[in-house]
Structures are given as C-alpha cells and as structure tokens.
C-alpha cells in the first residue's frame, strides 16, 4: 500500500465548474499538507500549504485537511481552462523538504 | 532573481553511460533537493544536500547515484552506467531554510528528461 494516494483520473469539467481533488494516507505522522500544480514540462509549484487539521482558503482554492480520517481535499472554484494541470498533494512530517507525493490528478477544464 | 535553473532539460544516454544533472539553486537558497518523477508515478524524494554536505540520502538507489552540492557551483546528481529504468524527470527543488513553511517553500526546476536508450 502506498503512504500517499491519489486518483491519477484524468478528471474532465466544464469550465465554470467546482473541482474537487483528494488523497489519502495512511502515516499518521504526517503533519503538513501540500497541493501542488504541475504544468506540462514544467516544475511544480506550490498552491497551497496547511499544517495539521483544518480549512485554508486562497483565492478560488480551498484546502482540508481531516487527520481524523486520513484524507485531504482541493476545491477549485469557477474553474478556468488555464488551471488544467496535473494537482499533486503532498505531505511531510517534520516540516522538511522531504515530501511524500501522491501520484497526482490530471484536470482538463473545457472551455 | 532567476528560479532553480536545471541542465541540460532534455539528456539521452544509451546504456552503460554516465548521465551528469546539473542544479543551480535560487540565488540565497542553500538547501538542494532531488527528486524523480517516473512515468504515470509522483515524484520521489532521493536526497537532500546543504553546501558541501548529504544530509539525508534515504531516497537514493545504493548503487550507481551519487549527489554533490560543493561550495562552489551547482549542485550534481551523477548516474553512472545508466540503465534503461532510470529513464525519467528528475527534478530538483531549493530552499532558504531547513524547515518549509507556507512562506519559504520549496522551489522547483523544469527538470532534467532522461533517456536512456
């Protein structure tokens, strides 16, 4: 069992639409929740970061985070074709660069 | 102020070569990250290097890699006698600090795309 999944899709939405991404875990050590945004041939880069249980919203993001039951979410609101992508969570204990990915989401919103 | 500058993007070894990754961090940054990405997979911590140092290499295959950040000059991730299973996107990410937060996170390259043939 991986530590860290996540549902590679590839998910389809009009534009316009609420988007909504996941993973789940199983190290209840872990601490610090990520969601990255990886655009074809490109590096990721960070969306949205939030340390142990809760909502964080940024913008037509929202992150949750359920430690409880092991499971984060990634909501897009009025999404755009320009946020198709592939959305990867991660996740770390200790606060450090060492992250544990999930294999990530790829999103395709249609205009 | 230019980002974690990756080369070459695109590297096609055949097998039994060397593949040589080049990172250059952001600029202030001198905490070095390497990862791989393999097909249809996340990416996957292989080492974390400060200036002259491997501070954790739990991620790194024990044979053929090796990774060095020296004092001066980029960090390199070196394969030697490459193999087909090491074609992949290998990424590099750099920080100011040993702790990541929402205000100093990890920064990342455009990757390395390896090829082995």
């Known amino acids: 069992q991986k530590e860290v999944e996540q549902d590679p899709g590839p998910l389809s939405v009009p534009e316009g639409a609420i988007v909504s991404l996941n993973c789940t875990y199983s190290?209840?050590?872990?601490?610090?929740f990520m969601w990255y945004r990886q655009y074809s041939r490109k590096g990721p880069e960070l969306l949205m970061y939030t340390y142990s249980s809760g909502n964080k919203e940024d913008g037509r993001f929202t992150a949750q985070v359920d430690k409880s039951s092991k499971y984060i979410s990634l909501f897009i609101r009025d999404s755009q074709p320009s946020d198709s992508a592939t959305y990867l969570c991660a996740m770390t204990t200790g606060n450090t660069g060492k992250l544990i990915f999930g294999q990530g989401t790829t999103l395709q919103v249609k205009p | 102020n230019a980002g974690v500058m990756q080369n070459p993007r695109h590297l096609v070894r055949r097998r039994g070569q060397e593949a040589r990754l080049r990172c250059s961090p952001m600029k202030g940054h001198s905490h070095v990250y390497w990862y791989r990405q393999l097909p249809e997979e996340g990416l996957k911590f292989m080492v974390y290097l400060q200036k002259e140092n491997i501070i954790d290499e739990s991620g790194m295959p024990k044979e053929r890699f090796s990774a060095e950040f020296p004092k001066e000059g980029p960090s390199i991730l070196r394969i030697q006698q490459v193999v087909r299973g090491d074609s992949a996107a290998y990424f590099c990410?750099?920080?100011?600090?040993?702790?990541?937060?929402?205000?100093?996170?990890?920064?990342f390259g455009n990757g390395t795309r390896l090829t082995v043939t």
């Open positions: 190290n209840s050590a872990f601490q610090y």
């Open positions: 990410a750099s920080s100011p600090l040993e702790k990541q937060g929402a205000n100093s996170p990890l920064h």
